[in-house]
């Protein structure tokens, strides 16, 4: 089946830095690439949708300033977390859709657990 | 997309059929029932999907009533790793929004020896 990955699979960083995070499309070509972050014990929430080579469109309550994402090419998004702070800790998640099949199905990393200390 | 109502949590005993239901009395006509699990801290892993019709995969089987105002995941004999949170979403592939997927709560099934 189609693959997805992440990476880093964790980070920690301190107050005020920047983190990057990747999702490449491994076998397959993404022309969108959905964001999501999951706080402990609850449900993922979707952030942004990352259309690649236009700008990413973000849900209602994401600051897109904070939460960067560039869909440079058909295999890969990044997300970066800007200015982390410890409420920023949190597990991202990214899904992807091959844009050659028909069946609509995404397809998720292994997620990435980001710390800010 | 339409909303959907599951069981907060489930018990199934190992190698048991699980069933999980899922409402979604909403559903319109060109939305599709997706069912992705997630064990934890991993990353959501798709199971099944269907329009109205029943079906069936190596990982589960997908039954759609009727009117398609409610379905049931079966996972015909639960083992201890299928112990999981279970998504149950309703939504159209490829509308407008892209076919983004939104998840509600789902339902934690715990599998017990």
């Known amino acids: 089946g189609a693959v997805v990955s992440q990476h880093p699979s964790w980070v920690i960083c301190k107050s005020g830095t920047s983190v990057k995070i990747e999702c490449r499309s491994l076998d397959f070509q993404a022309t969108t690439m959905f964001w999501y972050r999951q706080f402990p014990k609850q449900s993922l929430m979707l952030m942004a949708t990352?259309?690649?080579?236009?700008?990413?469109?973000?849900e209602q309550g994401v600051e897109k300033d904070k939460f960067l994402i560039n869909h440079a090419s058909l295999t890969l998004s990044t997300l970066t977390v800007t200015s982390a702070h410890p409420e920023d800790s949190s597990f991202y998640i990214c899904?992807?859709?091959?844009?050659?099949?028909?069946?609509?199905?995404?397809?998720f990393g292994e997620g990435s657990r980001l710390t800010v200390l | 997309d339409a909303k959907t109502t599951q069981p907060t949590s489930m018990d199934c005993a190992e190698g048991r059929a699980a069933n999980l239901p899922c409402n979604h009395s909403t559903i319109s006509g060109n939305e599709y029932v997706y069912w992705y699990r997630q064990i934890h801290s991993q990353g959501p892993q798709y199971i099944i999907h269907?329009?109205?019709n029943n079906e069936t995969n190596e990982m589960a089987s997908l039954i759609i009533t009727e009117d398609r105002k409610s379905s049931t995941l079966i996972l015909p004999h639960a083992t201890l790793r299928d112990t999981a949170v279970y998504y149950c979403i309703v939504r159209v592939p490829y509308s407008s929004n892209t076919g983004k997927l939104i998840f509600g709560q789902g339902t934690t099934l715990q599998v017990k020896p």
């Open positions: 269907g329009l109205k």
């Open positions: 990352s259309n690649e080579g236009s700008k990413a469109t973000y």
């Open positions: 899904s992807a859709r091959d844009r050659a099949a028909n069946t609509g199905e995404l397809f």
